[in-house]
């Protein structure tokens, strides 16, 4: 169990994330949505321990994370960030090698490279091992880098937009290998993402921040035309279709729509 | 089906680190091997089999005091410089995760020239004296050496402090080097304009860098500073690694950024420092070693930094080889032969592209 509790940061005076808590479970994925500016990033960067609260705790699996070290929590929390370097001249297996830096001592041993293979071939990343990271495409990036989480054996993920940045077909499939090993591993997910579709069909316990703020929190029925206008900013419509809720933009609010002024728009103007 | 896939994956990875090491193996012993091959050119003829009795100790005197004395000590400066310039510069490109990184880009060299121009000048260290081969002569060479380790460092404490209290970041921190450098050059030429031209002609002997000015007593100064400096970058290799990925991920792998940047930093300015104040300015080692090995066995510094301390042997050592043999007896500058030797090797391999390893 993650859990973020009451959870408040600031960068110099300007308040990003107010008073936020949110409880994340084994084998689940957790998505949080928001639009640009809400303090998606920094909420993972305070549960991933890179950035140090104001105010309130995170607790991993009931210990206080600002009590762990650097190298226990990097043991327990894999963190796929939004911008990874791809430009280091590395080979596909030596990226992946990179999440057992918190386990290895001198030099990478058997075991090492054992746990590597394994996730190398559960994500399907067999033929590329060899291949450099500059020779990848976006979706065979994301993938290395979920792999790269995964061998550092974390009992938590952490993802910064997984999807960003990859055609249609590429974010099913980035999805889908996630999906698969949070529950095959049963890791506990904590997920930014702005496709509120995906979030829908992959995911479900929702976190809608809005202003630095929690909004709602809970199972896919908190996504409603209500929240979406409050959080985007957005007017929609809400759909089921097989089962998943599917929520249709129609066009943006005239008025203020409760958005904290970040960057631009996700959905139509 | 899945565990004879992975088997093949982890064995064809273990075959790809084979050729790596393979690589810093064979590099290692042409740089030996070229050691030796050194040992045997100047004026006195020694055969190389003669050199190796000298160095197991069972040779003639006289051979023995021209291999061990003369020869052995240039040679041993020639490696201990080209692994600390190399090293140095792999570590900074890695730390600040930029290929132009070297101790130019970051104002160490001009720093040193600066330093020893100063001490030249100011506090009368230079001047003339005709004693055959060398027309200067440095009167007071620990003088020059303390000021210009002095000013190499300077510019690297100044851009390490504007890191540490400023947080600038490591594109700033390549650029503050930049202009410290050039603030240093200015200062270089400022001062040579009040300088008498016997001191103008002993700063441009200075930043010609000789690696025959190191005695023993030098030799040992720069190798007690070089190689544990050296191990401390092996150690730390997989947060070198892990810092290329960008910093929040460095970061959520257990890496202390900010130490690890500024440590990296420190120690590669100290080593840099330290060869470029005793033995003169010595270009493009420091920037060209790390990327012609990282061209060949990829980026990672498991393999890259004895990859990198290899080749920098090797290039300082042929370097310096051909400076004395090309138009002997007269010794040309190291410093110029590198930059002839390394500058087209570079821009052939960046127009050829990456090889596989």
């Known amino acids: 169990m993650l859990a973020v509790e009451g959870v408040t940061f600031s960068y110099g005076t300007r308040r990003v994330l107010e008073s936020v808590s949110l409880e994340v479970a084994r084998g689940e994925i957790c998505s949080i949505l928001g639009n640009n500016g809400a303090g998606k990033t920094t909420l993972l960067k305070c549960a991933l321990g890179i950035l140090r609260p104001r105010a309130g705790a995170v607790l991993v699996s009931g210990e206080d994370a600002s009590r762990l070290g650097r190298m226990e929590m990097a043991r327990r929390m894999g963190y796929v960030a939004q911008r990874d370097g791809a430009g280091a001249r590395l080979t596909v297996f030596d990226a992946v090698l990179m999440g057992r830096r918190p386990h290895i001592g001198w030099g990478a041993g058997t075991g090492d490279l054992k746990v590597v293979e394994e996730v190398i071939s559960a994500l399907n990343l067999g033929d590329l091992a060899l291949r450099h ?60 993402i702005h496709d509120v579709n995906l979030a829908l069909r992959f995911s479900r316990r929702f976190v809608l921040l809005c202003g630095g703020s929690v909004y709602a929190c809970g199972g896919p029925e908190i996504v409603d035309e209500e929240s979406m206008e409050k959080v985007y900013g957005v007017k929609v419509e809400v ?31 | 089906m899945d565990t004879a896939a992975a088997g093949s994956v982890g064995g064809a990875y273990r075959a790809y680190t084979r050729r790596k090491a393979l690589f810093i193996a064979g590099a290692i012993s042409a740089t030996l091997a070229l050691g030796v091959f050194s040992m045997t050119l100047g004026s006195a003829g020694v055969t190389p089999l003669e050199v190796l009795k000298a160095l197991a100790g069972q040779a003639d005197q006289r051979t023995a005091q021209i291999v061990i004395h003369i020869r052995l000590v240039r040679v041993l400066a020639a490696l201990v410089a080209g692994i600390g310039l190399a090293v140095a510069g792999c570590v900074m490109q890695g730390v600040l995760l930029n290929p132009l990184a070297s101790d130019y880009t970051l104002g160490v060299s001009q720093g040193a020239a600066f330093g020893a121009a100063l001490a030249i000048v100011a506090m009368g260290a230079g001047s003339v004296q005709s004693t055959g081969a060398d027309a200067v002569l440095i009167r007071n060479p620990y003088l020059v050496t303390v000021a210009a380790f002095a ?124 060869a470029v104040s005793f033995l003169g300015i010595i270009a493009f080692v420091g920037l060209v070693s790390p990327h012609l090995a990282r061209r060949v066995i990829g980026g990672d510094h498991r393999y890259l930094i004895p990859g990198a301390c290899a080749v920098g042997a090797f290039l300082l050592l042929a370097s310096d080889t051909l400076s004395r043999t090309m138009v002997a007896p007269v010794v040309l500058p190291v410093g110029a032969i590198t930059s002839f030797m390394g500058a087209p090797l570079f821009l052939y391999l960046l127009a050829r592209g990456y090889r596989r390893a």
């Not at chain 1, 990271?133 to 550092?152: C, F, N, P, T």
């Not at chain 2, 600038?168 to 080097?177: D, F, R, T, V, Y």
């Not at chain 2, 023993?216 to 092996?234: D, G, H, K, R």
């Open chain 1, 133 to 192: 990271l500059d020779e990848l495409s976006g979706g065979e990036l994301q993938k290395v880098m979920i792999a790269r989480a995964l061998a550092q054996e974390p009992g938590f993920l952490l993802l910064d937009e997984p999807t960003s940045n990859l055609d249609l077909g590429n974010q099913l499939e980035v999805m889908e290998t996630l999906r698969r090993a949070v529950a095959e591993r049963g890791i506990a997910a904590l997920m930014a």
């Open chain 2, 151 to 274: 000013g190499a460092i300077s510019a690297t404490l100044a851009v390490l402090l504007l890191a540490r209290y400023k947080g600038i970041s490591p594109e700033a921190m390549i650029l503050a080097g930049i202009a410290f450098g050039s603030l240093f050059s200015a200062g270089t030429v400022i001062t040579q304009y009040f300088a008498n031209d016997v001191q103008v002609a002993s700063i441009v002997f200075w930043t010609f860098g000789d690696v025959g000015r190191a005695s023993w007593q030098e030799l040992a100064i720069m190798s007690a500073v070089t190689l544990p400096v050296a191990a401390f970058f092996v150690l730390n290799r997989w947060n070198y690694n892990a810092l290329e990925s960008g910093d929040d991920t460095a970061k959520s792998l257990g890496v202390n950024v900010g130490r690890t940047r500024l440590a990296g930093m420190f120690l590669a300015s100290l080593v840099t420092a330290v």
């Open chain 1, 239 to 269: 759909q089921e279709r097989g089962g998943t809720r599917m929520v249709i933009p129609l066009g943006a609010c005239g008025g203020d729509g409760g958005r904290d002024g970040g960057g631009e728009e996700i959905y139509g103007k």
